[in-house]
């Protein structure tokens, strides 16, 4: 039953103690920024509480770095919570996270929807809420990959996590209340839409093989973020098939104003170089321009990730002038620094 | 017969070493099953219901072995909170407040009888469905704890003893578990799939399976 | 002879397209910072050529994104030079860069310890020269997994060359002269020493298949960013196993002053995630504390890499006062950005 | 019959036809031996030497073809500048000076005999030692190169005919190749590998075997 490290390509001690020994190398490069309470397995801002700032924690399964540890810090996250590789945390995390942050305006939960950060989150907000401490919970939900319909647990929340993070981690950090805040986060959801590929599956340490099989020259169109295979598979095209696929799927849904300003993130999934991400950028920035879109800012690296897997994410945001002002705000973490 | 085997039911009276028995049970099953259930996950989810199930059990076992003279109802509180404070992922607060309010059917009561024993599984299969808002034919553990409980009501109220009742509610879960496998998801991970979900058996309700087998033999190795 | 693009798990239109494709995005998602000169296949940094500054130019094979187009940006580089996949640019390609940036205070070459890169910037600083530019040239040669001896071309640049590039640029951004900015390449060079691992080869698209067969479960200890193979294959063994090696082979040859402050640099190959990268931070500030050196500046993440390898270096700089501060000054790159 | 021999090459004579089939031989034998060139450079460099070539005789072709009228010399450099200017590498300026340098050996003159070629290529060999500091045994294109210019030097100087004498070269060329096999590679690439260099053969030499030959070929095909 032991699992064979060795057998996988990865640097590991072992397997069940990945995420902690990652959290304390976090930690440890950026002291400045963080510190990892290891009885609770959270992340916490250096400078948290910070008094009258509404705070916000994120938190889900591990494997998908930077998110979420590396996005905490001043303009963005106050604390996060990891849980096991691709398992939700426990309420309890959440409980000392929210209770770690809290500096009186209170705590914005941003939960991406899977049915286990969704119930995880729900049991540690009625603890806090027990506690009296003001939370909120928004869940971000934009896969367009999956109906949103009595069928489905609802559409997955994937690349627009990232971007609300930054834009409502903004918000707080320039005195926005806790209302304010809390629908900055479910203005990016609203407004953002995902669709995301893979060219490999992935191999989580615990489990010491990959998640499904997927043959070279495959691709698995409408995957998730936790090496799950996606809605269909196919004969794996050209680049620029690919992003059509991807750019039609995220426009048809998000039914962005023609002239609208858009910011682009064009994720990889862990394992796809950036000379790949930038050829797709590349190909993604002709198409939305040629669809009366105009990108003014963007994002191309792998920010929410699922291990080493390859493949790759296309969020659109349909911007305001106040999201980006909000986007260029500066921000100061392990893996978005600007302004700063 | 008839007569004497259903006064030795009567008799039969369950009390807190059957929970732990119970606990140490679904530990050694889901520990076997680990990589089975791992697999089945991976088919249709992301791959870590065994590894969830086996984290979870081994730290409800420390915790009930680490609780001396607690009463029934309160090792089953004592469990489920373990399990929502250390699995995390869907199955962690769904089985967990299942335990929560299986135990909380018990009170402080020091023995229970098979009909108080299909109250608690009641108790946890109505928390499940109020949590995790799924209906038979989801494809999730309810498809295998629902058939249980119903099974065990029916013929716990019909006079069956325990052991036997018990024996058939885990039979129902293992069909309901195999009933899994034409469905197609409408909740977890699994409904991402959509149509592709269609053809896997359910992960949940295997493990679910695994723990109403689990109580089975619980219930049966009492004298 | 047509390599089957769909036999590989990349996004790709044509693999003889892939550089000039991924140029393009990158000059899309950063018009603010660079352009791209598609004629001369180089990336320069918008507002060149700057009036009395150095400039800094690097260049080589493609394939090691971020590095160099990445760099190109205010406190960094001023143009790079990108040649095919795993391939030097040729000298037209430098003589162009040169010319582009230069602003009348000379053009630093850095350039990498590869016999093509070598040769390639040597003709190419010859005509800069004969063109009345004032050129010099560094090599870079961090990797102590290569003897330098008379029966090598001598030790292979690799991660010293983020750092060289990033506080040289530092030195030229804030005034320093050709002599001050050139020094401070060599002396980066000097103080910096590098170990790297993989634990799979890479796909170079014009080929179509990988350079090498690692098995999994296998390692080798001293490569290069070239997917190449390295000195020696083992086991895998854990990952404390494998970082004692990559801290040994580093110490040992940096010879640094007990008690010294160093910059941490860990790299990652470009398949090896970000919780991987940072379990080996932790590991690698452990033993670096242990062997009594002071970790006070770090970089975490995929810099300099060999398309999507899975693997990892390990560079430590030694510090001193004047390196803090060039490494603290402000840089705005794609791929580096902070204090702007 | 050997005095007939001898007459008929005294009046060999080479002009810029001799160095476009040539060029054009390499070409077709590189783009013939990509995928062998690139898997030799895959074992001991970075596996781009056959595409690399290609690449640089492409475009030397496309050149020369656009280039009518230009004595031989005159071709050679521009074949040198057109490889200097595509491939990059370590080959590319290696073999693009090298051709330069071969090429300034003739000037402007229209035809040259069997000496002025020993000459040229031995100007090439100069020229690729001079800025590889490659030495004969260090695993490189020297290995191959340098015994075909010192064969073709004393076979010429010995009388042989021109297309016997470039045959004997491109042999010893072949011949300097497969001797890398055993050596440790002490320039480029491949001495990055110390020990592990040794039992493959350079693709460098290899590829300048290929070159020989096609000089031969070319050499050969001339009434
Ligand atoms: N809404 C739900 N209601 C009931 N059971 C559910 C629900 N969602 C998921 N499940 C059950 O949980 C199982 C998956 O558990 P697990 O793999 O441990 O968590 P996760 O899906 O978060 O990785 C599924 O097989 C299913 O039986
Ligand atoms: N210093 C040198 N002198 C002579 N030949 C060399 C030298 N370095 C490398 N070579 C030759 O170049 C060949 C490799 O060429 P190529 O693969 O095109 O370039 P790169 O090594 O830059 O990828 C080697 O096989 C060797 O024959
Ligand atoms: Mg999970
Ligand atoms: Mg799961
Ligand atoms: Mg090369
Ligand atoms: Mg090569």
Redesign the interface.
């Known amino acids: 039953?032991a699992v064979?490290?060795?057998?996988?390509?990865?640097?590991?001690?072992?397997p069940a103690m990945?995420?902690k020994?990652?959290?304390?190398?976090?930690a440890?490069?950026h002291a400045d920024l963080l510190r990892y309470d290891v009885a609770n397995q959270i992340i916490v801002r250096r400078d948290a509480p910070k008094k009258g700032k509404v705070a916000l924690i994120s938190g889900g399964?591990?494997?998908h770095?930077?998110l979420h540890g590396?996005f905490v810090g001043r303009g963005m996250l106050d604390a996060a919570c990891p849980?096991?590789?691709?398992?939700?945390?426990?309420?309890?995390q959440m409980l000392a996270a929210t209770k770690a942050v809290d500096g009186g305006a209170g705590v914005v939960h941003i939960v991406k929807n899977?049915?286990?950060d969704v119930?995880?989150f729900?049991?540690a907000a009625e603890d806090a809420a027990d506690e009296g401490i003001k939370v909120t919970s928004v869940v971000i939900d934009d896969d367009v990959?999956?109906?949103d319909s009595?069928?489905?647990?609802g559409r997955?929340g994937v690349g627009a996590t990232v971007l609300a993070e930054k834009i409502a981690g903004a918000a707080a950090e320039t005195g926005g209340d806790l209302a304010k805040v809390t629908d900055t986060v479910k203005l990016v959801n609203d407004r953002a839409r995902t669709f995301g590929v893979a060219?490999?599956s992935c191999v989580?340490p615990?489990?010491g093989k990959a998640?499904?099989d997927l043959p070279?020259?495959e691709i698995e169109f409408g995957i998730?973020i936790?090496?799950?295979?996606g809605?269909?598979r196919a004969?794996?095209?050209?680049?620029?098939e690919?992003v059509d696929v991807m750019v039609e799927a995220v426009l048809s849904d998000l039914k962005a104003k023609r002239g609208a300003k858009v910011l682009v993130f064009v994720n990889g999934m862990?394992?796809?170089?950036?000379?790949?991400?930038?050829?797709?950028?590349?190909?993604v920035?002709?198409k939305l321009r040629e669809a009366g879109l105009e990108p003014v800012r963007?994002l191309?690296g792998?920010y929410i990730?699922s291990?080493?897997m390859?493949g790759?994410s296309l969020t659109v945001l349909e911007l305001n002038d106040e999201l980006i002002r909000l986007w260029d705000t500066p921000v100061?973490t392990?893996?978005l620094?600007?302004?700063? | 017969m008839g007569r004497l085997t259903l006064t030795l039911i009567v008799e039969q009276v369950m009390d807190a070493a059957t929970i732990t028995s119970w606990m140490h049970g679904i530990d050694t099953s889901v520990r076997a099953e680990r990589d089975h259930l791992v697999q089945l996950d991976a088919a249709i989810g992301d791959g870590d219901h065994g590894i969830n199930m086996v984290r979870g059990f081994e730290a409800v076992v420390r915790a009930l072995d680490a609780d001396t003279g607690s009463p029934p109802g309160r090792l089953l509180v004592v469990a489920g909170r373990t399990l929502v404070s250390t699995v995390g992922g869907a199955s962690g607060p769904l089985w967990g407040s299942a335990l929560r309010s299986a135990g909380r059917v018990l009170g402080d009561e020091a023995t229970f009888d098979g009909a108080q024993l299909a109250d608690l599984l009641a108790a946890a299969l109505a928390s499940v469905k109020d949590l995790g808002t799924a209906s038979l034919g989801d494809k999730t553990m309810v498809d295998a704890l629902e058939p249980a409980v119903e099974t065990l009501r029916s013929k716990i109220a019909a006079g069956e003893p325990v052991a036997q009742a018990v024996d058939e509610a885990a039979t129902a879960a293992e069909a309901g578990m195999r009933a899994t496998i034409p469905l197609q998801a409408r909740k977890g991970r699994a409904s991402y799939l959509g149509e592709r979900s269609v053809g896997h058996q359910d992960p949940g309700a295997t493990s679910t399976a695994l723990i109403l087998r689990a109580l089975q033999r619980a219930v049966s190795s009492k004298p």
């Open positions: 039953m064979e490290t060795t057998q996988m390509r990865k640097f590991l001690n072992d990945v995420v020994e990652s959290l304390a190398g976090l440890a490069a399964g591990s494997g770095e930077p590396g849980g096991e590789v691709f398992t939700s945390p426990v309420p309890g899977y049915t286990g119930l995880n729900k049991l990959a999956v109906q009595l069928y489905t647990a997955r060219l490999s989580p615990a489990a998640i499904f070279e020259g998730g936790h090496g799950e295979p809605r269909r004969k794996l095209g050209r680049a620029n690919v862990g394992g796809t170089p950036l000379l790949e991400l930038y050829l797709i950028y590349g190909e920035d002709k963007n191309v792998s990730t291990l080493e390859a790759a100061h392990a893996a620094r600007w302004g700063a």
